[in-house]
């Protein structure tokens, strides 16, 4: 179905004044109730929507580089053997091939450009919740939902990241269903 960014807060963290910094990201922090995954997170710990209103995120550069978010090429050697039944000549078939080959290129550059942009945001938003005094810890959770979102699975790990090493690889290398707790 959709990837959703969720977050983890802790409870006694000033979450309307966070959700004021949320917004100027383009998010919103908003409760989200899942027995499931609530009770893996810890006492005193609250679970929250983290995502742009109305949107999933789809296309999210959190885990972009993780092995299981990598998605296969084109199969060129199938897309060739198809093109000889159509009964294409070596030399059609071997200029198709090297302009989906650029093609390819072009659409890998265009996607990392922006995976650095969005993660540039990310780091920002992260960091400006982190120095704004009102919460010690922000976890970050990714999941690709196939149901409700109030859907149990099993967390993998919890991984805390002090914010002082926060890099775009620590975001984009995130795995799916492992709690990244940033801190100050």
């Known amino acids: 179905m959709c990837h959703f960014v969720t977050a983890v807060l802790p409870a006694a963290s000033a979450?309307?004044?966070?959700?004021?910094i949320a917004q100027r990201y383009g998010r919103r922090f908003s409760p989200l109730p899942?027995?499931?995954?609530?009770?893996?997170?810890?006492a005193g710990e609250r679970y929250f929507l983290l995502t742009s209103p109305g949107h999933c995120d789809c296309g999210?550069?959190?885990?972009?580089l993780a092995s299981?978010?990598?998605?296969r090429g084109p199969d060129f050697e199938t897309q060739a053997q198809r093109l000889r039944k159509k009964g294409w000549s070596e030399a059609k078939i071997a200029r198709s091939l090297a302009q989906a080959r650029g093609h390819q290129e072009t659409d890998a550059v265009s996607?990392?450009?922006?995976?650095?942009?969005?993660?540039?945001?990310?780091?920002?938003?992260i960091h400006d919740i982190l120095d704004s005094g009102k919460t010690p810890s922000?976890?970050?959770?990714?999941?690709?939902y196939d149901?409700?979102?109030?859907?149990s699975?099993?967390?993998?790990?919890?991984?805390?990241?002090?914010?002082?090493?926060?890099?775009?690889?620590?975001?984009?290398?995130?795995?799916?269903?492992?709690?990244?707790?940033?801190?100050?």
């Open 15 to 20: 979450i309307d004044a966070i959700d004021t």
């Open 153 to 184: 699975f099993r967390l993998l790990s919890r991984d805390v990241v002090p914010a002082s090493e926060l890099t775009a690889a620590t975001l984009l290398g995130m795995r799916e269903d492992v709690l990244y707790l940033f801190q100050r």
């Open 34 to 42: 899942s027995p499931g995954i609530e009770a893996q997170l810890d």
């Open 147 to 151: 149901g409700p979102l109030d859907a």
């Open 111 to 125: 996607q990392d450009a922006a995976h650095r942009d969005a993660v540039v945001t990310w780091i920002g938003l």
């Open 138 to 144: 922000l976890g970050l959770l990714l999941h690709f």
């Open 68 to 71: 299981e978010r990598r998605t």
């Open 60 to 64: 999210t550069p959190l885990g972009a």
